[in-house]
DNA sequence: CACAATTAAGTTGTGTGCAATTGAATGGTG
DNA sequence: CACCATTCAATTGCACACAACTTAATTGTG
């Protein structure tokens, strides 16, 4: 069974429009789960993370989401607007600015324990199920993303003279 | 192995970290090798469909992609500034407007036919692996949305009086 | 035929996501 | 110490994604 370039593109179409569909129904779930504690989506991934660590500078918030400032920081303002958290520049690196949980933001915490098992339902998915497509993801992401930084095949390594 | 609210609000972590990430992932991949093609990778989505259709009425291309007309209407007047594709309001129902490619379009369909090729590489997985995970994806997204159907808690029935 | 309900696109407003740039602060190096 | 490269946030610009609303056309019903 060769597959010709004409199927690969309809094959491929299933395999991106399968992942960019998932991605959209978990994100729809989430929003409406969310809707109660206002959060969007990717506001309650950055309170999880401070909710296990409770103060992080925008860089560190960052690595852990793979998220850079430029999302970052309207996203970490609408949270402060929403009193959740506080940003201060640190003293030590005038250059950081620390994330720190506000008492409100502790606090959500606790209205947010339901929201794990909610989603869990939601999939259809026992818990076996879901570690086997967490470790396929992470998988692929992983494969993605060395492949990302090998691909580029319009920026050549950039030294040799200039 | 009992499973206290607190560590799932761990374990959920990891679920929409992965997914989240790896949709990202994939997207940065597609990002770099369409760039190419002067494509995002929603408008490759609409290519694709385009590709093995020719012609439709935004509605359809709503349907097959999942999205609405906020965000194909913009998408379309973008493939069409770009020469692509022409939109036309349909004679016999002047509500629809049918998405049409033009040469330009149809011809770019040689230039893609690389794409696929390419992103399969940098998965790293074989063609069974995909098979499966897209076969994974596609039951989750099924469960989700039904999921997301039954939930609003927020908005009942709505008949009995009013 | 008249009119309400429905349907299709488009528009508006909000919230990401990311590349590219800016500006301030820090850390070497000579 | 002076200067340059690096680092961190923030900002800007562009492109989705989606809810809510608007407008225009069509359909169904009386």
Redesign the pocket.
């Given at each position: 069974m060769n597959t010709p370039d004409d199927d690969w593109l309809r094959l491929d179409q299933q395999i991106c429009f399968s992942l960019?569909a998932a991605?959209?129904?978990f994100?729809?779930v989430y929003?409406?789960i969310l809707k109660d504690l206002g959060?969007?989506?990717?506001?309650y991934?950055v309170m999880l993370v401070l909710w296990e660590h409770d103060e992080l500078?925008?860089?560190?918030?960052?690595e852990h989401?793979?998220?850079?400032?430029?999302?970052?920081?309207?996203?970490?303002?609408?949270?402060e607007a929403a009193g959740l958290v506080v940003?201060e520049?640190?003293a030590?690196?005038?250059?950081?600015?620390?994330?720190r949980l506000t008492s409100e933001g502790v606090a959500l915490r606790a209205r947010a324990l339901q929201v794990p098992r909610r989603i869990a339902t939601s999939t259809g998915f026992d818990a076996d199920g879901i570690r086997a497509l967490r470790a396929s993801l992470d998988e692929l992401t992983t494969a993605l993303d060395a492949a990302?930084l090998a691909q580029p095949p319009a920026a050549p390594p950039a030294d040799e003279r200039s």
């Open positions: 960019h991605s959209r129904a994100n729809g929003r409406v959060l969007t989506y990717p506001q991934l500078p925008v860089k560190k918030l960052g989401l793979r998220l850079d400032s430029g999302t970052l920081s309207p996203l970490l303002k609408r949270l940003r520049r640190s030590r690196d005038e250059r950081s600015v620390v994330v990302a």
